[in-house]
């Protein structure tokens, strides 16, 4: 079985210039959810889809952050205009139910985004 | 706020040694618990999930988790070098999970 699938794998911008992210789950899985994760911490959630919808977006900082899953399969992550402090791994999960509680995450190898 | 407290360590465990990681939350619903493993520069990859209270064990690995407490805790029994990594708590409840930030092991040969 396919892991979780995110390009590119490493993207260095300078600050005020847009970034994409993508991310391929699981075949089959409902629910995929964006962290960032700044060194030395936890994974943050930014946004939470389940099929297209989304269920949570409580963290990410809308005035600059964006993401879209169309057909509840791939999704994208957005950033524009990046600032410095969105230096940091972006991480793409997927779990199988159609809730996050308790369903496994599966996590893709993440894509490092460096702001100059 | 809900938060997932983890010591950032390091904690340092000689090999062969029962390591011992602790995780606190303060959401008194959450339902499920999970710990994951990071090795440095890789993603995280699922350890062990645990949703009743008591102990759960999985090879060298036990989680213990004790809602009245609302801790959760990691055992890693015969310590390898390879067990070297970061590990997180992930607490999840009403459709949503937090991480905390992590415990450094390090595995002394």
């Known amino acids: 079985e396919a892991g979780v699938a995110q390009s590119p794998r490493y993207k260095i911008i300078e600050k005020r210039q847009s970034v994409a992210f993508w991310c391929n789950p699981i075949?089959?899985?409902?629910?995929l959810y964006w962290y960032q994760q700044i060194l030395g911490q936890g994974p943050k959630l930014l946004i939470q889809f389940q099929n297209n919808g989304v269920v949570d977006d409580s963290q990410l900082p809308k005035d600059r952050f964006s993401a879209e899953r169309l057909k509840g399969v791939d999704s994208t992550l957005k950033i524009q205009p990046a600032k410095l402090e969105d230096s940091a791994v972006y991480l793409c999960a997927s779990s199988a139910g159609l809730a996050g509680g308790q369903e496994t995450q599966y996590f893709g190898p993440g894509t490092r985004l460096l702001v100059l | 706020q809900k938060e997932v407290e983890q010591n950032s360590g390091p904690l340092s465990v000689p090999e062969g040694a029962i390591a011992s990681l602790n995780c606190t939350y303060s959401d008194r619903g959450s339902q499920s618990f999970f710990w994951y493993r990071q090795y440095s520069g890789k993603s995280p990859e699922l350890i062990m999930f645990i949703y009743s209270n008591g102990d759960k064990e999985d090879g060298r690995f036990t989680a213990q988790l004790n809602k009245a407490s609302q801790y959760v805790s990691l055992l890693i029994r015969d310590s390898q070098p390879s067990d070297s990594a970061t590990y997180l708590c992930a607490v999840s409840g009403d459709d949503k999970i937090i991480f905390g930030k992590g415990t450094r092991l390090h595995i002394l040969p």
């Open positions: 075949s089959g899985h409902a629910t």
